[in-house]
């Protein structure tokens, strides 16, 4: 399997996991159970996602069954945007401990910069954006990056989180935090696929020994269901693309593996998500073949800066990467 080597502790973090943004409760302990089976060692989490309980099950039942012992896995889970003050981000972690049935995480992120007003655990949880949920108000918080980041840094020393890092930040944010940050960031995960190629932002952290973790590598596919694709009639949904699909016939793979291999070839780690036991098991099989240097190119020219996420989308205030 392999593995990229993680700046702040040397852990290796595998290149190809397992997502479980969007698996249902009832069938995410069996997929996540499955995954692992199939050769999955990191598994991608967050309380956000409302399935931690269903994703520790997943884990213990792999476990218990002598499938891994939990120094083969690579557990990575978020720091909500209500729990950005210093003071609530142990909370925050423990609460997602208990919830995995873990004494501590392989890498904890900081899910999103968007600040959002504190919201308790025992008022409601999982967490979600709105500080009332009956009223689905958004109210954003004023919280510096830096307190943040220093109770991001109090749970390294506490052992609850191995590695630290951000998700959704852009390259003035990330220069920012390496200003002052005593524990340099691990990790930094962000959308990433032939439409969203980022390749300024992955060049700058890869140069600064920052790990990259594309989410969304399938582009559109995931949002199709909660309303996020809205590009037109004549929008062509990444997995159909020719140009993509005549590659794949190339080497006789699916449109999603070469989407994979194309991120793995930069040494980007990539987090598919499926509950089919077939896919899993073809998302994980990206070692056949490789791909040219004439055919990354024609992948990379794909490039339209197309995001599927954006916090302006949902909260108008915080439009993160207006220019």
Request: charged share 20%; hydrophobic share 40%; glycine share 6%.
């Amino acid at each position: 399997m392999e593995t990229i080597s993680l700046s702040s502790t040397g852990d290796k973090m595998p290149l190809v996991g397992f997502g479980t943004w969007k698996i249902p409760k009832d069938v995410c302990k069996d997929v996540v159970f499955k995954a692992i089976k199939s050769g999955y060692r990191l598994i991608d989490c967050a309380p956000v996602y409302a399935n931690e309980v269903e994703v520790g099950q997943g884990i213990k039942q792999a476990i218990d069954e002598g499938i891994v012992t939990r120094s083969d896995l690579f557990i990575t889970s978020k720091l909500w945007s209500t729990h950005h003050r210093k003071e609530h981000v142990l909370p925050a972690i423990e609460r997602t401990l208990k919830d995995l049935n873990l004494d501590y995480v392989d890498l904890y992120l900081i899910h999103s910069p968007l600040c959002l007003k504190y919201v308790p655990i025992d008022a409601q949880y999982p967490p979600t954006r709105f500080a009332d949920p009956v009223k689905k108000n958004i109210v954003v918080d004023q919280v510096p990056q830096h307190e943040t980041w220093a109770g991001m840094e109090q749970l390294v020393a506490s052992g609850l989180a191995r590695n630290i890092g951000v998700s959704n930040v852009n390259a003035a944010l990330l220069i920012d935090l390496q200003s002052y940050a005593r524990i340099k960031p691990s990790v930094l995960q962000m959308e990433l696929h032939p439409y969203l190629t980022r390749k300024q932002l992955v060049a700058y952290a890869q140069s600064c020994g920052i790990a990259i973790t594309a989410y969304s590598s399938f582009g559109d596919a995931s949002y199709y269901s909660i309303g996020m694709v809205n590009q037109g009639d004549d929008f062509v949904p990444l997995l159909d693309n020719p140009a993509v699909c005549a590659i794949a016939a190339s080497h006789g793979v699916t449109a999603s593996q070469v989407l994979l291999k194309w991120a793995l070839q930069q040494n980007i780690a990539v987090i598919p998500k499926s509950c089919d036991a077939g896919r899993i098991a073809l998302n994980r099989n990206v070692d056949g073949f490789s791909l040219d240097s004439s055919e990354m190119g024609i992948i990379d020219g794909l490039n339209t800066n197309l995001r599927f996420v954006d916090p302006a989308n949902s909260v108008p205030e915080f439009p993160l990467y207006a220019n």
